[in-house]
């Protein structure tokens, strides 16, 4: 079968055997493949990559062959496979929080330095991570794993801080961000404010309810703390993580506000006791549990979020990559679809 590999030479498709579930693995056969700016920050750490694996960590699919022992859903059942594998052992991991398994590694688990679902048909080590999707396509579905999930996570730990009258920022409206808008929309009363550099992803936030969507180089820290009011917004959202939006979020961010990280720019910030705001807090936040996958299954499903998203071919997957790193790959997710 035809799968997009990261090696230490770079991303390329490669021809590789389809693999057979042995006990309690299930083999899904790839319906959607989402394609993430992280997968580019992969690329330019190629040369760390020892053992080839093939990328994608958005999957949406069918079930095609169950291993000995493997409870599960039905053969040909619609799924979502939650990209994020932990030991299966640890308290993390019991508690639902593969995401945050200690014992992980860099392997991660789906595209993340184990064969992931940028080919035609996707390993899952144990039927625990795959979700059943219901009446949703799951090549359309597939961006609901991490470009919906992960600000899912994120807006979910901040609810408290979102009440009536209070706003959030969202920083970066692509892939992730645009559902981020509409996740605080669905989710909060809170006032909503995107910002981006390009004012297509700002016309998309807008149409997915942003109160407000500024460009940085368009006065947007003072616009931002013009509508926020003197408690200034409750929560910034940083899909960028770069040196300029940090110093955006901290220049706009007042007493108690949250930042939450998501982007891996990695960008830096002074901290300390005095450079930011009392008891404003700072943190990343990493992707999400299959549980909170379910809740966006089901907001999705309701119709409450949507996805813009455009598909592609999987040979075609190199060539969006290049057009998410240069900026010009329009707006929402590419979405690889193997069998079309
Ligand atoms: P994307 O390329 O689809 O979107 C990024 C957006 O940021 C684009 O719209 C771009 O125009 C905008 N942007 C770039 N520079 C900007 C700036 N200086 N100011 C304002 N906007 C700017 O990327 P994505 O797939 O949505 O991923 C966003 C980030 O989140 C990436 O760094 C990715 O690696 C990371 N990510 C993190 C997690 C996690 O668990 N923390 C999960 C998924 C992705
Ligand atoms: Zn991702
Ligand atoms: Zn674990």
Redesign the pocket.
Known sequence: MRALQLSADGAALADVDVPDPGPGEVLVKVAGAGL???D??LMHVAAMVEQPFTLGHETGGWVEAVGPGAEAPPIGEAVLVHGAWGCGRCARCRAGEDNLCPRSGARIGSGLFRDGGLAEYLLVPAARHLLPIGDLDPRDAAPLD??AL?PYHAVKASLPLLVPGTTAVV???????HVAVQLLRALTPARVVA????EA?LHLAREHGADMAV??ADDAGARIADVAGELGPALVLD????D??LA?AAAVVSNRSRVV?????GGTLPFSFFTLPYECSIG????GTIAELAEVVALARAGRITVELERIALDGALDAYAR?EA?T?GSG?AVAVPHG
Do not use: E, M, Y
Not at 171 to 177: D, F, K, T, Y
Not at 195 to 198: A, E, I, K, L, S
Not at 284 to 287: D, E, Q
């Open positions: 993430c700016h992280s580019l920050h991490d470009a992960t920083i970066g409206v692509g892939g992730l961000g910002v981006d550099v390009d992803k460009a940085p899909c960028v993580g770069s300029d939006t955006l990280v998501v982007g891996v720019a990343t936040t990493f992707w998410l900026g790959f997710r």
